[in-house]
């Protein structure tokens, strides 16, 4: 099996991690929290032109020469993300090719944004969903989708790729996504 280099290993490599700082994904893509997004110095300092607010309990604080979108989706498993897969990435895509530089959050920068992040790299990056997740978490290590926001996801792979590289699967807690089964299976004690 042969590897292909990352297309963007030198943003990990160079990017440190922050909670409440910005992470960048791409060269052209950052997530954050709503801290950070509301952050005049940050988002001048990383020279952020647009600000998607994947919230509905967050309010931004409104500068001058960044343009704003918000996502009203709660970050609940019956929040329906799906919907703005395609036109948010294709807005994301857009500032891209103006040299523009976006930012994603939501409230904790742990579920809806990371999804739409994941999203973003699969349509316009020609990642799998499991690339998509595994270059995500190592630039922003907290990311953790919620179930709904998964099954989505895995919806969306499909219908991208026609074809799956992460999938449900029943727990003792529910459907979990299979990258979790290691992990949980992991922190229960032994019977």
Known sequence: MTTRPHPFSAVAVQQPFFIHGL???TNNLYISNSEASNNKLMLSNNCITTVINVSIEVTNTFYENIQYLKVPVAD?????????????????HSVEMKQGRTLLHCATGVSPSATLCLAFLMKYHNMSLLEAHTWTKLCH???????????????????????????????????????????????????
């Open 23 to 25: 992470s960048q994904i």
């Open 76 to 92: 609940s498993p019956s929040g329906r993300l799906y919907d703005f897969f395609d036109p948010i990435t294709d807005y994301i």
């Open 141 to 191: 290590p907290i990311i953790r989708p919620n179930n709904g926001f998964w099954e989505q996801l895995i919806q969306y792979e499909f219908k991208l790729f026609n074809k799956n590289t992460v999938n449900m699967i029943n727990s003792p807690v529910g459907m979990i996504p299979d990258i979790y089964e290691k992990e949980f299976f992991s922190m229960r004690p032994s019977t």
